[in-house]
Each structure stands twice: as C-alpha cells, then as structure tokens.
C-alpha cells in the first residue's frame, strides 16, 4: 500500500540547474498538490491539479512548472533553480467527491540549491 | 500568506500530561483540519472539523471549532513520547479542497 510516491528523496543542485520533481499516487484520487515548507513555516501551495491535464497556481508559482499527463503522476519542474528554492517540497492527493476527506501526503524530496 | 498562526511556536511536556494547541484563522472556511509531522516524514491527517460543528473527539484528541472568533484548539489528552511532532491545522474553502496551513507547533514530550 503505497500511497503517495515522492522521488527524488534527496538532491542537491547548483543554481541555473533544472530538475523534475515526480509525485505518484496508487489511490486514483483526482486531486493532486505540490507545496513547499520553509524553516518555522507550514506548507505553502505552489501548484495544483484538478484531474488529467488540468493544472493551477497555487500561493507560491513563480520559478515551477507542473504536468498532469496522467492521473497518477504530478511532476514538478524547475527551469532555473535559484537557492530561493531551497526547501522541502511535499506532494499531497485527494479524491474529488467529499468535503471530509483529508489530503494524504508523501515524505517530501528535500531539495538544496547552492 | 499564511492563513493561519499557532500558539504556541513550541510546548514541551511531560508524557501523561495533557497538550494543547491553537489556531486562527483569517477568513471563512469550510472545515478545519489537523495534521501532524514526525521529523523527516510527510503530514498525517489526525481530525477534521466541519464549519457547523463545535466539538469533535477522535481518541486522545479533542478539536474544538469557534467561528466567531476565528479559531480552534487541539487537545491531546495522557500524552505519550510517540505524541513529539509538530501539530499544523490546515482550513479549507474555496476550490480543489485547498488547503491552508498554519505556522505549526512543536510538540516536545518527555518521559
């Protein structure tokens, strides 16, 4: 039972340096998120997803990109990475019908830009 | 920005002692949830509260809901050492069940 699927763990980049993040969920749920927690912070939402081939800004765009080509994977790209976006970038999914559901979560990629 | 502030930042306790946290808010909502977060691992949803109710239990947590003023607490009633997290309520509304986070508490139990 895997849930929602984070990868890389771990990366470190040099600035100017692009990168795909990849987020997989095993739940079919039609709702996907990308955010991003800072130190002393919460999680902020960067961009989001409604279903296949739809996507939205979230709080905190600027700098990525997101695709949606399939219903399980959410990727998240950076162009040109900036040491601004050094931080911790969590996935979340959830199903579309119900009010009560709660958002599940990956176990982040940590992500250094020097 | 943040739609929600906790308090406090930080608690430390000892375990069979009772923890609790708050939350505010700034605009409508239409529930309110917890979550936790084990160093190094992803949120975990704990409990959610609708915009209607006032009180809701599940186990050792207690969540209580005031529109009025725009906040909430968590309880964690006979803490264990397994409790240490950090607690973040998160409000949703609006489109896609959004979700906005607090600033999150640091939740320290000793044995």
């Known amino acids: 039972n895997a849930g929602v699927t984070q990868t890389p763990k771990f990366r470190v980049l040099k600035t100017g340096q692009s990168m795909t993040l990849l987020c997989a969920q095993d739940?079919?749920?039609?709702?996907m998120y990308w955010y991003r927690q800072d130190p002393g912070m919460g999680l902020r939402l960067i961009h989001y997803s409604v279903g296949e081939g739809t996507t939205a800004k979230g709080e905190v765009p600027d700098g990525y990109n997101v695709s949606r080509l399939k219903k399980q994977n959410f990727l998240l790209g950076l162009e040109s990475a900036a040491p601004s976006q050094t931080s911790v970038y969590f996935c979340?999914?959830?199903?579309?019908?119900?009010?009560?559901?709660?958002?599940?979560f990956g176990d982040g990629t940590r992500l250094s830009i020097l | 920005s943040q739609q929600g502030e906790e308090d406090p930042q930080a608690l430390s306790i000892q375990e069979g002692e009772n923890a609790t946290m708050n939350c505010s808010y700034k605009?409508?909502?239409?529930?309110l949830q917890w979550y936790r977060q084990n160093s190094g691992r992803g949120l975990v949803h704990l409990i959610l509260?609708?915009?209607?109710?006032r009180e809701k239990h599940s186990g050792r947590l207690r969540v209580t809901l005031d529109t009025s003023k725009k906040s909430s607490s968590l309880l964690i009633t006979a803490s264990r050492a397994a409790d240490t997290a950090s607690y973040f309520c998160?409000?949703?509304?609006?489109?896609?069940?959004?979700?906005?986070f607090g600033t999150g508490t640091r939740l320290q139990v000793t044995l």
């Open positions: 979340a999914s959830r199903p579309r019908t119900g009010d009560s559901q709660p958002q599940h």
């Open positions: 605009t409508s909502i239409n529930n």
């Open positions: 739940m079919n749920h039609e709702y």
């Open positions: 998160a409000t949703a509304g609006g489109t896609a069940s959004k979700l906005t």
């Open positions: 509260i609708r915009s209607n109710e």
